[in-house]
C-alpha cells in the first residue's frame, strides 16, 4: 500500500491507495515553475510567440483596454508587470482601462501598487446600449455588439487563463472576449450551453465564432496565463490570434492526461486559496470524474471552499433530486446556469461525496454526501474495487485511452 497525499485548499490530506486497486493517470512529466509570475509575463511581453516585442506595437498616448480575467492567480502581480511595461512605453495608467464582466469578483483592484492608481476601472453592462458599439455581423448573421470601451481603444490586451471550459473547450484568451463582452441577447444565447465532452483538436462553435469576433476587433494581444499546481503559474504565452493556439498547447501539456481503466471511485481534489474557488470550480471538478468513470461510480470532490451560491443553485436546493434540473434552469436562466447545469448531470448520475465549507445540510441540498476529513475519505478508497485520485481535479482534463 503507498501513501499519497492530495492537497485540498491549503492542506495536504494523507491517503492509501493499494497499488493493485490503484488507476494510474498517464501523462507528461512536469516540473515545478522556472520563474515568478512576474518574470515569466515580462519575458511574454519581450518574446511573444511568433511575434516581435510588445513594445514595437504600441504608441505612446495609445488609449488601451486590458480585458480581465479576476480569477488568475498572482492577478496583481501579473497586471502590475504588464502596467509597468505600458509605462515604459509611454502609455501612462490614466490611459488604460481594466475591462471586467458582471460576473467578476471585485476584490482584486485594492491589490494594485499606487502608482497605477490612476488606471480606469470598468465592469461591462450588457444591458446599456449607451455602453455597446455595432461592430459587424458574423458570417452566420449574427449581428454583434461589444463593449463600447473595448471597441474605441486604440490597443486592446486580453489577460486570462488558460482551462477547460463547458462552454468554449477551452478558457482564456478569444474566449475571454466573446461572447463574456458582447451584448445580452448574445451572451444569454450561449447561456447554460454546456458540454461534458473533453475538447478536441477540432475547435467547439464558441471559439471559432469568438476568433471571427476578435478578428473584427483588429487582432488584439493575449496574454494567456497557464496555472500551475495550487495558486503557482506554471507559464506564460503572449502574441496576437495565432498565439491562442499555442496557449492551448502549453495547457495541455501540463493539465492533460489519460487512463486505460474505469475506476468506481474517482477522489478529486481542489487546492489552493479557497477564496479563489467558485461553483463552477466544483462541478468541473465533479466533470473531469465524469467524462470517463462509469455511470453510477461514486466521484467525491474534496475543496476546503464555500463558494456563493446564486440564484441557479438555490433552485436545485428548492429541489428533492436533481431529476428535471435541466428543463428548470432553461427556463428560468440564471447567470450561474452552465455550472448548475454540469452540477446536476453528475448528482444525477453518479454517487457524489462532497467536503467543503459548506455545512451538512447545504452539502445534502446540493444532492451529495458530506465529507469532513481525510479518515472519511480513507473508508470511501477502502470500500472500492478501483480508485483514482486527481489533484487539481477542477484544471485537469482525463481522458480513457482505449
Known amino acids: 500500500m503507498m501513501p499519497e497525499e ?69 492577478l496583481a502581480e501579473i497586471l502590475e508587470t504588464v502596467l509597468a511595461y505600458l509605462k515604459s512605453a509611454l502609455i501612462p495608467p490614466g490611459l488604460v482601462t481594466l475591462l471586467t464582466t458582471p460576473e467578476s469578483p471585485t476584490n482584486w483592484s485594492s491589490q494594485l501598487a499606487l502608482e497605477f492608481a490612476g488606471v480606469q476601472r470598468e465592469v461591462h453592462d450588457p444591458a446599456d446600449r449607451k455602453k455597446l458599439a455595432y461592430l459587424a455581423s458574423t458570417q452566420d448573421g449574427r449581428r454583434i455588439y461589444m463593449n463600447r470601451t473595448l471597441v474605441d481603444a486604440d490597443f486592446t490586451i486580453v489577460l486570462t487563463g488558460r482551462g477547460y471550459d463547458p462552454l468554449a473547450g477551452y478558457a482564456g484568451a478569444e474566449a475571454g472576449v466573446f461572447p463574456a463582452l458582447g451584448d445580452e441577447e448574445n451572451r444569454n444565447a450561449y447561456l447554460g450551453q454546456v458540454s461534458i465532452e473533453a475538447p478536441g483538436e477540432e475547435p467547439w462553435h464558441v471559439r471559432v465564432e469568438a476568433e471571427e469576433v476578435v478578428r473584427m476587433l483588429g487582432l488584439p494581444f493575449f496574454v494567456q496565463v497557464i496555472e500551475g499546481a495550487g495558486d503557482t503559474v506554471q507559464g506564460v504565452v503572449a502574441g496576437l490570434l495565432e498565439s491562442s493556439p499555442e496557449g ?7 493539465w492533460s492526461g489519460t487512463v486505460t481503466e474505469e475506476p468506481d471511485t474517482v477522489i478529486a481534489a481542489i487546492s489552493g486559496d479557497p477564496e479563489r474557488i467558485t461553483f463552477m470550480d466544483l462541478a468541473k471538478a465533479a466533470i473531469c470524474a465524469a467524462r470517463f468513470a462509469p ?6 470532490v474534496l475543496s476546503a471552499a464555500a463558494p456563493a451560491l446564486g440564484e441557479g443553485a438555490a433552485l436545485l436546493r428548492a429541489m428533492e433530486t436533481p431529476v428535471g434540473a435541466k428543463r428548470r434552469l432553461a427556463k428560468r436562466m440564471p447567470a450561474d446556469w452552465s455550472a448548475c447545469r454540469l452540477w446536476a448531470f453528475v448528482t444525477k448520475n453518479y454517487s457524489v461525496f462532497l467536503s467543503s465549507g459548506y455545512t451538512d445540510d447545504v452539502a445534502e441540498e446540493l444532492f451529495t454526501t458530506p465529507l469532513h476529513n481525510a479518515a472519511e475519505v480513507q473508508r470511501l478508497i477502502d470500500s472500492s474495487e478501483k480508485v483514482l485520485l486527481i489533484p487539481d481535479a477542477h484544471k485537469t482534463l482525463i481522458t480513457m485511452n482505449v
Open 6 to 74: 492530495l492537497v485540498v485548499g491549503l492542506a495536504a490530506w494523507p491517503l492509501k491507495v493499494p497499488a493493485k486497486r490503484a488507476v494510474e493517470i498517464s501523462r507528461v512529466p512536469v516540473s515545478p515553475p522556472t520563474a515568478t509570475p512576474a518574470e515569466l509575463t515580462r519575458a511574454a511581453l519581450e518574446k511573444p510567440f511568433g511575434f516581435e516585442s510588445l513594445r514595437r506595437a504600441l504608441t505612446p498616448e495609445d488609449r488601451v483596454s486590458i480585458v480581465l480575467d479576476p480569477h488568475v492567480p498572482h
Open 248 to 254: 492551448v498547447r502549453a495547457q495541455d501539456a501540463r
Open 295 to 300: 455511470k453510477g461510480s461514486r466521484i467525491a
